[in-house]
């Protein structure tokens, strides 16, 4: 059975297969190149990777594409402020970002496009929505895309449903450019910015005059030039994008060449803290640095993105890094006693995580159901800790136990879970020692201090020290 995923259009479960003969199309908004990625990006980012991961389990050819947006309001505002030329600034946050999905074991994307590379056909877009009638140019040089000219914009996000305001201008009369918008304010979108003063020297020259795409537009290039004009099986993207973004990018691409953009949309919920979305205005986030210079390994950053169900928000902490580092050290046990019956080096365990064959998985086959099925990682989990919950090892000879290590490396490679990282190895807490940091936790917070001093006592006893922050507590060796 193919893989299945929610698809937010058809507001139904799907199954997901490419074309005969053809690799399957998938296409992510990547990272605005302004700042260090926060982990809540890193949220999204992190199941797609997983998705493309099972796909391959199964079987399929992955096309992934995921662009760079290396010009917008924020890239420029970034740049001038930093005193930068765009394209420098830009390039050091995007090495960055790199650096930060290979810490995390993401998959180089296929291709990966930037936007500020892709004028040319940006423009050469605009050309044909204003030929067709879908966009229009204003006297002092912007131009916009006709909302109502589409019939069906606001489809994918149902918009429909909470009454479209099509206006070209907003209530104090002003025409509504920015990149990002709230979805109060429909309005006739900006393809192509009249030069500002405040773009310094980003502007680039056009039939309009001189100026810069909006934001939205860049996708629909991209995607064009990336797939040779073939519609997409899957487009990503956090749940925030949906609309304006990919209404606009919809509207844009099937108004212009004429057949769907894509078949499939993937949305996925945000990162929370204390009931917000993790966002850079906010001020509310954590970089991958940040958790970092707390202890956690990049290997349990990951676990704890994507140990809650795509579909679900999922509020951090720090407690769920930490049950993430526990979570970790119990897999690499279970690794270790594996290989002690196949008389192998924790250093031979790389070589078992890989796509192998789902049909082999054996007694990890209803993580990977659970996988195969909208992308349940949470339940996969569950599964997985349900097979370690027997102690099967114990019992096993060495066939047994190599059968078992190619199961559980595919599902491994599956999830994107590498173990037996070297220096960063996770550290492990044991479970009665975590419970009373936990318990210190609670008590501190209730203000029951005499409580919260002996439990921090009876940890120092046993050989742990807490040390606390504004967010949490970690437990660390005396
Ligand atoms: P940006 O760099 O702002 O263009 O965002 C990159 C990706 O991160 C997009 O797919 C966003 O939808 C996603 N994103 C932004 N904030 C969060 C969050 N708190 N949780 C999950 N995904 C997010
Ligand atoms: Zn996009």
Redesign the pocket.
């Known amino acids: 059975m193919p893989i299945q995923l929610y698809d937010t259009h058809s507001r139904s479960l799907q199954p997901l297969v490419a074309e005969a003969g053809q690799p399957l199309r998938f296409y992510?908004?990547?990272?605005?190149?302004y700042g260090p990625?926060?982990i809540?990006?890193?949220?999204?980012?992190l199941l797609q990777d997983t998705l493309r991961r099972v796909l391959e389990v199964e079987g399929q050819t992955v096309e992934h594409v995921r662009n760079i947006?290396d010009v917008d309001d924020?890239t420029i505002k970034g740049a001038i402020e930093s005193g930068l030329p765009l394209k420098d600034f830009t390039h050091q946050w995007t090495k960055k970002f790199h650096t930060d999905c290979a810490e995390l074991n993401c998959l180089t994307p296929h291709k990966e496009p930037s936007a500020v590379k892709h004028i040319p056909e940006q423009i050469s877009l605009i050309k044909q929505l204003v030929e067709k009638n879908h966009a229009y140019a204003t006297e002092e040089g912007s131009v916009y895309f006709r909302v109502s000219s589409f019939e069906n914009y606001g489809n994918l996000s149902r918009l429909k449903d909470r009454e479209i305001k099509s206006q070209s201008k907003n209530s104090a009369g002003e025409r509504n450019d920015a990149d990002e918008y709230e979805r109060e304010a429909v309005s006739d979108f900006v393809l192509w910015k009249k030069r500002k003063p405040e773009d310094g020297e980003n502007f680039w020259s056009s039939p309009w005059g001189e100026g810069r795409p909006g934001w939205h537009l860049e996708c629909s290039a991209m995607i064009e030039t990336s797939f040779k004009g073939a519609t997409l099986d899957l487009h990503?993207?956090?749940?925030?994008?949906c609309f304006p973004h990919h209404e606009n990018e919809i509207a844009q691409s099937e108004c212009a060449h004429g057949r769907p953009l894509c078949k499939h949309w993937f949305h996925?919920?945000?990162?929370?803290v204390d009931g917000a979305?993790?966002?850079?205005s906010l001020g509310n986030?954590y970089t991958l640095d940040d958790l970092r210079a707390k202890g956690f390994n990049p290997m349990a950053v990951r676990y704890a993105l994507i140990a809650g169900s795509y579909r679900q928000?999922?509020n951090f902490t720090i407690e769920t890094l930490h049950a993430a580092q526990s979570a970790l050290a119990k897999l690499e046990r279970f690794a270790s006693s594996l290989l002690s019956k196949t008389e192998e080096p924790k250093s031979a365990f790389g070589q078992y995580i890989q796509p192998g064959n789902p049909k082999n998985l054996n007694r990890f086959t209803k993580a990977w159901e659970a996988l195969a099925i909208n992308l349940n990682t949470s339940a996969a989990l569950g599964a997985l800790f349900g097979v370690l919950g027997s102690n099967p090892a114990t019992s096993m000879k060495a066939d047994e136990a190599r059968q078992t290590l190619n199961g559980f490396g595919t599902l491994l490679f599956a999830l994107g879970i590498q173990l037996f990282t070297g220096k960063d190895a996770p550290l492990e807490i044991p479970e009665d020692i975590y419970a009373l940091g936990q318990a210190r936790w609670e008590a501190k917070r209730a203000k029951d201090y005499s409580r919260a001093d002996s439990l921090r006592e009876t940890l120092l006893e046993k050989g742990w020290t807490i040390k606390d922050s504004s967010e949490g507590f970690q437990i660390v060796p005396k």
């Open positions: 992510c908004c990547g990272p605005t190149v990625a926060h809540g990006n890193f949220r999204t980012f947006t924020k990503g993207g956090g749940v925030d994008l996925s919920a945000h990162l929370m979305k993790m966002s850079k986030l928000q999922l």
